[in-house]
């Protein structure tokens, strides 16, 4: 008998909890949407399908018309998430005074100090007049274009013919990041680091901006109190942030300090083209400001275009229809240049610009997977969205760019196909994408300053690789975002590469 009342009891608790969860069910809008629990919130969910973040996301906003308040109960997080262009307009543009990255933005990216990502107002005002003039001169685009090239030639190509040599598979996006740290630390720091020297090293100011993006991600899912707490402590995945900050404040201060004795010794000002010798001598070349805008800079130049360059490549190798077609147009500059046939073909930026083709299935790739695949924002004043959602002062944004890239009342009902003939118009040319829908630089008097400069470096690299290499990736090799605010590959992209023995006509 007391078996028997023991077996209702766990039906009739099952029961109740089959009849609550239904009721739940019924309150959603859409049956993608999560089920938000009681406390919880959909917090339970969020961490369930935190491996798949990205694409959880995308579904969800399909399924509720680009717009969704995620909510993890009596923990605090709160956000009203987005990938609706009219809304990204109104935020990033119509009405940008209202929505600035706010306060808690600049907690949760405290490693970035007062730099220009967690700046609003007058100090970002400041900030950007003062490195968009430096980026803009034509000392530092030649600087930039000239080191890029320098890099792909004496080093990432030499290390791709040794592994076409070999027969050994190579982690792409590994390269890339190296290539590309390389590259940015000698535009913000005038250093090479050195990151694609033979074997590969291990550079501890790498593995901290790996470590630094990493545990970001993880701060908008864990409740700040929580994520303080660890920090301070040094527990959890915060171990690594404080460990990674201090090797990061270090080799900064170093090298601040070194350039200082340098340009001291030579008498000479603002002799070298990289960005911290033009920073340095300007009334608020304080060691503080130096560190903090070089670390922002570096975060923006090296992690966006090697993660770029990675999902490219890897978007190639399922299309090689695409592929075929940048070679035909890359075919004619390379039938001018000098060969003996040893020689890698390197192609200069001025040859690229024009290339139509190129440009779009660049594009085409960043509008798939952008560098970064979401941006927060917060509301100062209560709002109304062209979306007809009110937002209080004190509200969280995300805004989804790599959810709006597969939207199809966005783009169509292609919109998961890697398609570059999207960008080009009938009479053969580039097709103009608004950046409220194009967001892969972000929109409004936010867009990036180095959107030019990213172009130029992804088109020196990708078409070096690509004339001189067939890319293959590893067959079974998967490949899937990692959990980082920058949209890395988290299990690196495995590739074998071959010389390309015949060139097209």
């Known amino acids: 008998m007391d078996m028997l009342l023991c077996f209702v009891e766990i039906f009739s608790i099952l029961g109740c909890f089959i009849i609550y969860y239904y009721h739940l069910q019924s309150k959603k809008t859409s049956a993608s949407e999560p089920t938000e629990w009681p406390v919880l919130g959909h917090l339970f969910e969020m961490i369930a399908n935190i491996h798949r973040f990205h694409d959880w996301a995308t579904g969800i906003l399909a399924g509720t018309w680009y717009n969704f308040e995620a909510r993890a109960g009596l923990t605090g997080i709160r956000f009203f998430v987005t990938c609706d262009p009219s809304n990204v307009r109104h935020i990033f543009t119509s009405n940008f005074a209202n929505y600035p990255k706010g306060d808690e933005f600049a907690e949760i990216f405290d490693v970035l100090g007062n730099g220009i990502f967690n700046a609003d107002g007058e100090s970002w005002r400041s900030q950007r007049a003062k490195a968009q003039m430096l980026m803009a001169g034509p000392r530092f685009r030649a600087f930039a274009t000239r080191s890029s090239r320098d890099k792909v030639e004496k080093s990432l190509l030499p290390l791709l013919a040794r592994a076409a040599d070999t027969g050994a598979s190579c982690d792409m996006h590994d ?3 190296r290539l590309t740290f390389d590259v940015t630390c000698t535009l913000v720091f005038g250093v090479d680091t050195g990151c694609l020297s033979p074997g590969l090293p291990e550079v501890p100011f790498a593995r901290a901006m790996d470590d630094v993006l990493e545990t970001l991600f993880l701060r908008h899912v864990i409740p700040m109190t929580c994520w303080k707490f ?7 995945p915060e ?3 404080a460990f990674a900050r ?4 270090r080799f900064v201060a170093e090298t601040i300090s070194k350039r200082r004795s340098d340009m001291l010794r030579d ?4 002799s070298e083209d990289d960005l911290l010798s033009s920073f340095i001598g300007h009334d608020d070349d304080d060691d503080e400001f130096l560190r903090d805008t070089t670390v922002n800079l570096l975060l923006a130049g090296r992690d966006t275009t090697g993660a770029a360059l990675s999902w490219f490549f890897y978007v190639l190798s399922k299309n090689p229809r695409v592929e075929h077609k940048i070679l035909e147009e890359l075919a004619p500059i390379a039938s001018r240049k000098k060969n003996n046939g040893d020689d890698m073909v390197i192609f200069d930026a001025g040859e690229l610009k024009d290339l139509v083709y190129l440009h779009a299935a660049l594009c085409e790739c960043l509008r798939l997977y952008p560098s970064v695949p979401f941006e927060h924002k917060a509301v100062v004043a209560d709002d ?4 007809g959602h009110e937002m209080k002062a004190g509200d969280k944004i995300l ?3 790599y959810s709006m890239g597969r939207m199809e009342g966005v783009w169509g009902k292609d ?3 890697f398609l570059p003939e999207r960008w080009i118009t009938n009479d053969g040319k580039l097709r103009y994408e608004p950046s409220y829908k194009f967001i892969a630089f972000n929109a409004g008097p936010r867009t990036c300053l180095g959107k030019e400069l990213a172009f130029v470096q992804l088109k020196t690299v990708a078409t070096a690789v690509l004339w001189n290499f067939a890319v293959e990736v590893v067959p079974g090799h998967a490949v899937e975002p990692k959990l980082s605010i920058i949209l890395h590959m988290k299990n690196g992209l495995a590739v074998t590469v071959k010389r390309r023995t015949a060139t097209l006509a």
């Open 239 to 241: 171990k690594k942030m």
């Open 230 to 236: 660890m920090y301070k402590y040094e527990v959890g």
């Open 246 to 249: 201090r090797t990061i404040d």
């Open 267 to 270: 008498g000479v000002s603002n």
């Open 384 to 387: 109304v969205l062209p979306s």
């Open 175 to 177: 390269l890339f990041l």
């Open 399 to 401: 805004v989804f760019s």
């Open 415 to 417: 919109c998961t196909e």
